[in-house]
C-alpha cells in the first residue's frame, strides 16, 4: 500500500475541515472517521452560531454537510476507529485492527468530550433542556429559570453568561468549596440572578420531552427537594480524546494535546509531520467554528510540511 499525503483521525468540524482543505489541494486525504463521526455536534440539536445558516440547522444536519464536502472533492473516508499509532520518523503508522495505513502527515483531531454527570434522564434529555454548551444554547433559555451544574471556572462563566437570558440561574455544587478562582466565585455570588446551592448532588434530571426540573441532595443536612428549571447546564469539565497518542505527543499538564504557539505551523505537534486540531487541542475556545478554523491551519501546516519534503528529495536529487 502506498504512502498517503495525509491521513486524518477524527471527523468534527476541525478533521473535516482539514479534509476539505486537504483534498481540495489534491493531497487525497485518508479520513479515519470513527465509528461514532461526526464529534461533539451530532448530540446537539439546533446550532445557531455557525457561519452561514441564517435560520439554524441542526447539528448532526452540518456534519453530514461537512462529511459530503469533504466526500465531494475526493476524501477517502473509513468508518471505523484508529486502534494505535506510530507516529516518530518519516513514514507514520495508523492501523485499524490488523490493517496497517502509512503516512507522510497526520492531522490528529480526535475531539474532547464534555463529562457528564451519568444520570440516564441527563443523557435522554441531551438537546433538550440538557446542554454542555451555554455559549450554543443559552439563548435558547430567555427567561426561563435554569441550572448550571459544576463548581470549577467553566460553571462560574457559564452561570454569569447565561444570566444575560435566563430569569433565574441556579449554580449547583457538591461542595461548598470551589475550584473556580476567588475572582469568579465573588462575581457569581454578586449576581442578583444567581442563587449558589452548595454541598448538593442532583440525583435526577426530571422532565419527559423536555427538562422540567432538577432532583437535588443535600450531602450535609440530608434534605430532598426538587426545583423546577427549564434548562440544565452541565459544566463539570471535559477530556480530550487523546489515548491513542499517550507516550508519543507531547500534551499539556491537563491532557490536551500540546501544539506550536509559533506565529506559523501553529497546528504542530512537537513531531515533525504530526499535526492536532480542534478539541483535542484546544482547552479554551471549544466551539465548532474554532475547530473548523483550526482544521484549516492544520490541512495548510501539512501540505506545507509536504511541500518542503518534496523540495527536501528535489535539492538531494540535483545533488546527486
Ligand atoms: P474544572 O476546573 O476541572 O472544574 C470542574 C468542576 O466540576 C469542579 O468544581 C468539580 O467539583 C465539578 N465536578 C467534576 N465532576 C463532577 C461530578 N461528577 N459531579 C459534580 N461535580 C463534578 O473544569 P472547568 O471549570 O471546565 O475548567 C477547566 C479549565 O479551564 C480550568 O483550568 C479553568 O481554570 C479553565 N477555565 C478558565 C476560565 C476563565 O478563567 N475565564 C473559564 C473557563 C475555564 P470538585 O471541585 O468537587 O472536584
Request: aromatic letters at 6%.
Amino acid at each position: 500500500m502506498s504512502v498517503r499525503n495525509v491521513i486524518i483521525v477524527g471527523s468534527g468540524p476541525a478533521g473535516l475541515t482539514a479534509a476539505i482543505y486537504a483534498a481540495r489541494a489534491n493531497l487525497n486525504p485518508l479520513l479515519i472517521e470513527g465509528y461514532q463521526s461526526g464529534g461533539q455536534l451530532m448530540l446537539t440539536s439546533e446550532v445557531e452560531n455557525f457561519p452561514g445558516f441564517r435560520d439554524g440547522i441542526m447539528g448532526p444536519e452540518l456534519m453530514a454537510e461537512m462529511r459530503a464536502q469533504a466526500a465531494r472533492f475526493g476524501t477517502e473516508i473509513i468508518t471505523a476507529d484508529a486502534t494505535q499509532v506510530e507516529l516518530e520518523g518519516a513514514v507514520k503508522k495508523v492501523w485499524i485492527d490488523d490493517d496497517v495505513y502509512e503516512g507522510h502527515t497526520v492531522i490528529i483531531s480526535t475531539g474532547a468530550k464534555a463529562r457528564l454527570l451519568g444520570l440516564e434522564n441527563e443523557s435522554r434529555l441531551m438537546g433538550r433542556g440538557v446542554s454542555t454548551c451555554a455559549t450554543c444554547d443559552g439563548f435558547f433559555f430567555g427567561g426561563k429559570d435554569i441550572a448550571v451544574i459544576g463548581g470549577g471556572d467553566s460553571a462560574m462563566e457559564e452561570a454569569g453568561f447565561l444570566t444575560r437570558f435566563a430569569n433565574k440561574v441556579y449554580l449547583v455544587h457538591r461542595r461548598d468549596e470551589f475550584r473556580a478562582s476567588p475572582i469568579m466565585v465573588d462575581r457569581a455570588k454578586a449576581n442578583p440572578k444567581i442563587e449558589i446551592i452548595v454541598n448538593t448532588v442532583v440525583e435526577d434530571v426530571v422532565g419527559e420531552d423536555a427538562v422540567e426540573g432538577m432532583a437535588l441532595h443535600n450531602t450535609v443536612t440530608g434534605e430532598r427537594r426538587t426545583i423546577p428549571v427549564e434548562g440544565f447546564f452541565v459544566a463539570i469539565g471535559h477530556t480530550p480524546t487523546t489515548a491513542l497518542f499517550k507516550g508519543q505527543v507531547d500534551m499539556k499538564d491537563n491532557g490536551y494535546i500540546l501544539t506550536s504557539e509559533n506565529k506559523q505551523h501553529q497546528s504542530a505537534t512537537n513531531i515533525p509531520g504530526v499535526f492536532a486540531c480542534g478539541d483535542v487541542q484546544d482547552d479554551w475556545y471549544r466551539q465548532a467554528i474554532t475547530a473548523a478554523g483550526s482544521g484549516c491551519q492544520a490541512a495548510l501546516d501539512a501540505q506545507h510540511f509536504l511541500e518542503g519534503l518534496e523540495e527536501a528529495a528535489e535539492e538531494a536529487a540535483a545533488a546527486a
